[in-house]
């Protein structure tokens, strides 16, 4: 992974280094969209489009930030502030991420190995940042802590797999290419309500005692935020423009509803 600037954490490597929290949400600029959990399909589904990407032969629900390749999201403005109600688990815990443990690099006995992104600017040696591990050679505190975040999202990415291959076997997806005026971008899967209407009665109450028809109606009914968020985009002047002066107040609306949003602070600290 080290071409994409990510290394396993281990103690040859980074017993010397440290790394900082992130202070803003710049690194997304660049998404379309991001995988999420089954844990936190209601959140998603009240902020954004949820669609399916087909990955190694695998259905992944996705968090659409774009609907044009060209255009820039209006869902982190040119300060790095992220802008909508609800900030997926996926983007969390940078510049951090799980993979595959390799005994040799990632001597922690987890299932997991946790890997930094080093591309990231938040890798230092400066002893006033935190350490990666302690004076005995174990992760510290917080990056522990931050594994156990990660590996609890893991589980809930497996089950959302689980999820998705019931719904595949159904035969209900379907490419999805337009949804009530609005064209996506290539490659996106969505439900198909039809099929999903003349199933048999016992795959409807398997679909409901799974878990997967939530799942199904969270992505039906977050469809509605396409509009919105195609009209946000092409409304930006910019490649980056503010999201205040650019989504006709609705996003800048529902993020600063007390209801919805996070305090900056939880933002940032999310990861523990």
């Known amino acids: 992974m080290a071409e994409n600037g990510l290394f396993p954490i281990s103690v040859g490597r980074h017993s010397d ?6 202070t803003s949400y710049r690194f997304a600029m660049g998404m379309d969209a991001c995988p999420i959990v089954s844990s936190e399909i209601f959140q998603i589904a009240s902020s954004f489009p949820i669609a399916f990407k087909l990955r190694e032969g695998t259905y992944v ?3 659409m930030f774009s609907v044009g390749a060209e255009l820039a999201t209006p869902i982190v403005d040119q300060q790095g502030l992220w802008r909508a109600p609800y900030i997926p688990s996926a983007l969390r815990c ?7 443990t390799n005994m040799r690099d990632c001597p922690t006995g987890e299932r997991l190995c946790l890997y930094v992104n080093e591309s990231s600017g938040l890798v230092t ?20 802590d931050v594994l156990q975040f990660l590996q609890l999202r ?11 291959s019931l719904v595949a076997e159904m035969d209900l997806f379907v ?4 949804h009530e005026g609005t064209t996506l971008p290539e490659n996106y899967w969505g439900i198909d309500a039809q099929r999903l209407c003349r199933l048999p009665d ?12 939530q799942l199904i109606h969270a992505h039906q009914i977050s469809l509605s935020h396409l509009s919105w968020l195609a009209r946000a985009q092409n409304a930006l002047p910019g490649e980056h423009a503010s999201a205040s002066d650019t989504l006709n107040g609705f996003l800048t609306a529902m993020a600063n509803d007390e209801s919805h949003v996070q305090t900056r602070a939880e933002m940032i600290h999310a990861m523990g």
């Open 125 to 144: 040696r400066d002893p006033r940042d935190n350490p990666f591990f302690s004076s005995r050679n174990k992760l510290s505190r917080n990056l522990c």
């Open 154 to 164: 893991e589980a809930a990415v497996v089950e959302a797999r689980r999820l998705c």
């Open 175 to 178: 490419p999805l290419q337009e």
């Open 61 to 63: 629900p996705m968090a």
């Open 94 to 100: 940078y510049p951090f991420q799980t993979g595959p």
């Open 17 to 22: 280094r440290y790394w900082r929290r992130f």
């Open 202 to 213: 016992v795959y409807k109450l398997t679909l409901v005692s799974s878990g997967a028809l």
